[in-house]
């Protein structure tokens, strides 16, 4: 089985909504591939509130994924290892996570990690809304689970 790594800051919106949309169509659409998901910079004094932002378990409810979000795992926090068992790593906006890589795993995105890093351009909450982040997010694990399953 072949990884995909989806990489946001905390590991709480966007990179989980990624990795379990991932893994509800890939059997189908990508077999081989599985998807995981962790963060850059998980900060347990954020203000995300549970193991996953509400809006994440909504909009993979409204898609038909049986995902409860009581039962979900907490954060994850990125480590050099991820890195090293992805076949391949998607990182959610590249002006927020280029330089948190940059910071925090120098010594791995300056060797070879650099090339192997796919960024996509997905606001957080911030910026965008959920009801505009995770239909582009839909759009790009869907686009990104072609060209995996072509790749074969």
């Not at 994924?65 to 391949?88: G, M």
């Not at 280029?98 to 795993?105: A, D, M, N, Q, V």
Request: proline share 6%; hydrophobic share 45%; with cysteine.
């Amino acid at each position: 089985m072949r990884l995909v790594l989806f990489l946001c800051t905390g590991n709480y919106y966007r990179s989980r909504f990624a990795e379990e949309l991932f893994n509800h169509r890939a059997p189908v659409e990508c077999p081989g591939w599985q998807a995981d998901s962790r963060g850059l910079a998980v900060d347990p004094g954020s203000n995300n509130v549970g193991p996953v932002a509400a809006s994440t378990a909504a909009a993979l409810a409204a898609r038909g994924l049986a995902f409860e979000r009581r039962l979900a795992r907490k954060p994850l926090q990125a480590a050099t290892s991820d890195f090293d068992d992805a076949d391949h790593v998607v990182a959610l906006k590249r002006s927020e996570h280029l330089p948190l890589f940059r910071e925090r795993f120098p010594s791995w995105f300056a060797g070879a990690g650099a090339g192997r890093v796919e960024f996509w351009e997905v606001h957080d909450v911030d910026v965008a809304r959920p009801e505009e982040a995770l239909p582009q997010i839909e759009a790009e694990v869907g686009a990104l689970m072609t060209r995996l399953a072509r790749s074969r």
